[in-house]
């Protein structure tokens, strides 16, 4: 380990000088291989902590898929079933660790957002999650160690290039973190406050049962939210996020984005869409984009006469509203978590719609009635956390 390492550029190839640095002590971190970027690093640091913490509150080994310092997906590392196993690309016969699990549904909730991730491991990285990782279009991994197996992969993804790094997984930070704007300082305590079941005690709803399941998906989506960037909201089932909505200036926004994004995941596994007849030549992430597009508002872009024989061997039937309707219907015992108050019953609204039976927000709004009586309307339970986790 050192003191400080240069960088190619900061956010931009204009953005020179550029490195990191410590200002007492050394880096914890090690690169063993490529050349990670400014942008790579803040990927990585954030998914580190988001997946330390995520291990800690499920005892589980937990990935994180990462772009532009927001969360594509977060899971622990439960066993896929065979549904997911096909959405999520995984060859038939192939085993999966239960680290590998977890990347495999991290990167699997949202494809899309997840091509080019930075990724981030719980735990050191074996030799399934490596044969997962080689197969994918992504930047780099960090992980508090590597198998020399696994090590051997991973060198040889993107020509030798493939930016692997290994942090100290004893390594904690100052209390008190700063950064600059405009050649201003900032400084603040960081956020330690710990992701328990004891925020989720105060629920404020006629509904109150909150099964275990669900109260490990809530807790998987508020520790997502506490690294993604602001105003955010975050699906979760199962033991995995299945929609995140980030950075939207509006709380129903990120509620729509990430709903939207929970109602893809699901559309993914309806029978029509698992039965695809993909040409033998198309590539998987040329297969996500088509699937995304036909499950989409326009799925006539690839259905009509002259695009569909570039992909499908024969023309599928269309995937009618009332069929998707009718499919995501299915859709149900969803957790969502807020990163502040719903300061409208909108949000409520939406994510009913989403399957959302289960919801922890930090409450305080003005109009936390009216956001319980549209939760009391719904049957849905929710826990007033009184923690807010903005991220910036």
């Not at 909730?109 to 990285?125: E, H, K, N, Q």
């Not at 909108?346 to 009635?369: L, M, T």
């Amino acid at each position: 380990m050192s003191k400080e390492l240069l960088l190619k550029y900061g956010c931009n190839p204009n953005q020179k000088p550029s490195r990191i640095y410590m200002e007492e002590g050394e880096l914890p971190v090690t690169v063993l291989n490529g050349h990670p970027g400014y942008i790579n690093f803040l990927d990585a640091l954030n998914g580190w902590q988001l997946v330390r913490e995520l291990k800690e509150a499920t005892g589980l080994p937990s990935a994180t898929s990462f772009k532009h310092v927001s969360p594509a997906g977060a899971a622990c590392g439960r066993p896929l079933t065979e549904v997911l196993r096909r959405i999520y690309w995984i060859e038939e016969g192939e085993e999966l660790s239960p680290l590998a699990s977890a990347y495999a549904r991290a990167r699997g909730a949202d494809r899309m957002s997840s091509f080019g991730d930075f990724i981030a491991l719980s735990d050191p990285c074996d030799l399934a999650t490596a044969l997962l990782i080689k197969r994918e279009v992504s930047d780099g991994v960090i992980a508090p160690g590597f198998a020399p197996e696994a090590m051997e992969i991973l060198k040889k993804k993107k020509n030798g290039s493939y930016n692997v790094i290994q942090i100290d997984p004893e390594y904690r930070p100052a209390p008190i973190e700063r950064k600059q704007v405009f050649g201003v300082s900032f400084e603040q305590g960081r956020n330690e406050l710990p992701i328990t079941e004891e925020l989720l005690s105060n629920i404020v709803t006629k509904e109150k049962h909150i099964p275990k399941t669900a109260r490990t998906d809530l807790l998987i989506a508020l520790i997502t939210l506490k690294y993604t960037q602001s105003n955010s909201v975050c699906y979760a089932l199962d033991g995995q996020a299945i929609g995140i909505g980030a950075g939207q200036q509006s709380r129903v926004h990120c509620t729509r984005l990430a709903g939207r994004k929970a109602d893809n995941w699901y559309l993914r596994q309806a029978p029509k869409v698992l039965s695809l007849p993909f040409r033998k030549d198309m590539r998987r992430p040329d297969r996500d984009n088509a699937i995304d597009v036909y499950i989409g508002d326009a799925p006539e872009e690839i259905l009509s006469s002259g695009n569909w024989e570039r992909i499908f061997t024969e023309r599928p039937e269309p995937f009618t509203p009332a069929e998707k309707h009718a499919w995501l219907s299915g859709l149900q015992g969803v957790s969502l978590g807020s990163d502040a108050f719903f300061p409208f019953g909108d949000n409520v609204e939406r994510a009913c719609k989403s399957g959302v039976h289960y919801i922890a927000q930090p409450g305080g709004s003005v109009r936390d009635d009216l956001v319980i009586e549209s939760c009391n309307q719904h049957g849905i339970a929710m826990a007033f956390t009184g923690a807010r986790l903005f991220h910036h």
